[in-house]
């Protein structure tokens, strides 16, 4: 990538992060200034790049939109993380990065596993289950516990690894591999030696289902494309089982941590959730929208072109700014407020256009069943520490908190819920 010289770089405004304090669930206040004043600003990267900063809803939703002009090639956290993407070369079977024909070839066969709505309401009855079994361990350990370790983390967890068919006691691998890869002072080196071992243990697992086919993603996925006139090698499986169990891992665990505590100091709409459990599928959708993607998503200009009349050249870095995108008035006029019961609009929390997030049915069944479940079998849940102590992630590309010390009077048991 292009690095920023020292004058340029001085020249150059930072890119605005997420702030815990000013922030804990919104875009830095800057953005309300550069939708009003100026929506394609240049700033300078954590990374040392400069790029294009797109920050209205109607901008955003367009270069997301037009891969041909806006590449994914550079990675969509380049900017942020200094061991992703950039300018190496695109990997066997590293398909978020690649656009076009290439990129569906993945995407097509990953989809059906974790989006497709059939697929989905397979799913609903295992997810459920792997909730209320993971409140159950709560409800036998003493409060405070930390409910982004203790729950998201095993909840989401166990989701995945149940997909591929990975015992527990080989998950470890995948949560060191997505801690690497997710924190922003991760080096090229980091990261690799992050994965080797899992890439190691992913390769026996993609031998073994070629020569047994299972029920598990891989068999399926293997199956299904040798049914075609280009299998996957083994080394496109393994990339995709590796994106699939890293992007599912912390990714989702922290929306569902992040938008407990939200809600929890939100408590109107804790309660009206609390009422009404079917309010859960309006809820997750409200606060995928409401927390968005903190460090935006980085594309790479393929061709000369403007966004909004900005001239941009081939070559430049564009980094579209969700949080602010899904704020803008031109999405909802109340969009600072939450409001689980609002009628789901064109959000871009899950990004939009070919690259949208392949997994999101998968993780929106989560967050609903965390949602519709929690408020019930944990009436009296709490922060166990004042809010101004929890302590939030940064200098990363997966927002949220870093842990959530929670308190209750009592679990209640599943069947009791009616759940």
């Given at each position: 990538m292009t690095a920023v010289s020292e004058d340029q770089a001085g020249a150059l405004p930072a890119l605005p992060l997420p702030g815990e304090r000013n922030c804990p669930f919104g875009p830095p206040p800057e953005y309300e200034d550069l939708r009003a004043g100026s929506p394609v600003t240049r700033v300078a990267c954590p990374t040392g790049v400069d790029a294009w900063l797109v920050s209205r809803y109607t901008d955003v939703r367009h270069v997301l939109g037009d891969p041909q002009l806006f590449s994914n090639r550079p990675g969509v956290a380049a900017h942020i993380l200094l061991g992703y993407g950039g300018d190496t070369p695109i990997g066997e079977g590293e398909f978020p990065r690649m656009d076009g024909a290439e990129h569906l070839r993945f995407r097509r066969h990953m989809a059906p596993e974790v989006s497709n709505i059939k697929r989905i309401n397979q799913l609903r009855p295992l997810v459920q289950k792997i909730v209320d079994q993971r409140l159950d361990v709560l409800a036998a350990a003493p409060p405070?516990?930390?409910?982004?370790?203790?729950?998201?983390?095993?909840?989401t967890t166990a989701v995945i690894a149940e997909l591929l068919d990975v015992p527990e006691a080989d998950r470890g691998?995948?949560?060191?591999?997505?801690?690497?890869?997710?924190?922003g002072e991760?080096?090229?080196?980091?990261?690799?030696?992050?994965?080797?071992?899992?890439?190691?243990?992913?390769?026996m697992m993609v031998v073994t289902r070629r020569a047994e086919p299972g029920e598990d993603v891989i068999s399926r996925m293997i199956v299904r494309s040798d049914q075609t006139d280009r299998p996957f090698t083994d080394t496109e499986l393994i990339s995709m089982a590796a994106a699939l169990l890293i992007a599912g891992y912390d990714t989702t665990a922290s929306l569902i941590s992040h938008s407990i505590v939200a809600l929890l100091e939100h408590p109107q709409e804790l309660q009206r959730l609390r009422a009404d459990p079917s309010l859960a599928v309006t809820a997750a959708e409200e606060l995928v929208r409401y927390l968005g993607v903190g460090s935006g998503l980085l594309r790479e200009v393929t061709q000369d072109t403007e966004i909004a009349g900005q001239p941009v050249k081939a070559g430049d870095y564009v980094?579209?700014?969700?949080?602010s995108a899904n704020r803008d008035t031109a999405l909802y006029a109340d969009g600072d407020r939450l409001d689980i019961g609002r009628t789901s609009g064109p959000h871009l929390g899950f990004g939009h256009g070919p690259h949208q997030c392949v997994g999101q049915q998968l993780a929106?069944?989560?967050?609903?069943?965390?949602?519709?479940?929690?408020?019930?079998?944990v009436p009296s849940l709490r922060l166990a520490v004042p809010f101004d102590e929890i302590r939030f992630k940064v200098g990363g590309t997966v927002l949220g908190p870093a842990a959530v010390p929670a308190a209750w009077d009592e679990i209640v048991p599943a069947l009791e819920t009616g759940v």
């Open positions: 405070p516990v930390d409910l982004y370790a203790d729950f998201a983390r095993p909840v691998l995948f949560q060191r591999a997505a801690e690497a890869l997710s924190a991760s080096s090229g080196s980091d990261v690799a030696a992050a994965l080797q071992p899992l890439f190691e243990y992913l390769y980094v579209v700014a969700i949080q929106r069944l989560e967050l609903t069943a965390v949602l519709g479940t929690v408020p019930r079998r």
